[in-house]
């Protein structure tokens, strides 16, 4: 067999073979020693990634932390940005085994595995966003997006979290998420944990978004009944 014919085999196979990647939505259910059951989501974007912890019943909100993640071979080396139970922890790297499969990842030496929710599909909105702006009574309010004081949304092809921290003083702002749906020029948020309020859970909020060059703009009313208009920019 030629050389040629040899090197067309092997970059034949090794396009036909699809490295697994973690982007998507991804579920364990976890109990604690007193009986109450967790539900953990990690959302992984392009860079950036998401975990979460509420309770199943009530959607009371436990634990979140995230920030940039890399996976090299098994290898993931993850930099935290935010973090409820550690602000330490914040600003530091750490570097750990994953078995990941197309349904299934898990950490090496961990038994909580998590189940694979989507893969990015159907995902209008798929990715890692930060605020970049506001409009109030007709103006455009511009927001530094490189600024330490970030509010990030994260969405999957069905989920979606919102996390609003600041890396500098490593101070946790608020949180919340759920399920979302975008069907003619709507947007739906189903929130299933809401950090500040636990009464939210279970809101239903619809807006009008369009993209505009590229930028996410967001109107509707909050969860606090008030108007907005806000402006998100895919983040590099």
Not at 171 to 194: A, D, L, P
């Amino acid at each position: 067999m030629s050389k040629i014919i040899t090197t067309l085999i092997l970059i034949s196979v090794t396009l036909g073979m699809k490295a697994q990647s973690p982007i998507g939505a991804w579920e364990a259910l976890t109990t604690t020693e007193t009986g109450v059951q967790h539900r953990n989501i990690v959302i992984f974007a392009d860079y950036y990634q998401v975990l979460s912890v509420y309770e199943v019943e009530s959607g009371k909100f436990v634990h979140t932390n995230g920030g940039t993640w890399k996976l090299d071979g098994n290898v993931m080396t993850e930099k935290v940005e935010f973090h409820t139970d550690n602000a330490e922890k914040v600003g530091t790297q750490s570097v750990f085994e994953v078995k990941l499969t197309d349904n299934t990842i898990q950490v090496v030496g961990s038994d909580v595995k998590f189940k694979r929710i989507d893969d990015s599909s159907p995902g209008a909105l798929q990715g890692a966003w930060l605020m970049s702006g506001r409009v109030r009574d007709g103006k455009m309010l511009q927001r530094d997006t490189t600024r330490s004081r970030k509010t990030m949304k994260i969405l999957s092809g069905t989920r979606f979290q919102w996390i609003a921290y600041d890396t500098e003083t490593k101070e946790f702002k608020g949180t919340g998420g759920g399920t979302y749906s975008t069907e003619g020029g709507v947007y739906t948020e189903n929130i299933e944990f809401f950090s500040r309020d636990d009464s939210k859970t279970g809101l239903s909020l619809k807006f009008d978004y369009e993209l505009i060059d590229g930028n996410w703009h967001h109107k509707g009313l909050s969860s606090k009944g008030n108007p907005i208009h806000e402006i998100w920019s895919v983040r590099e």
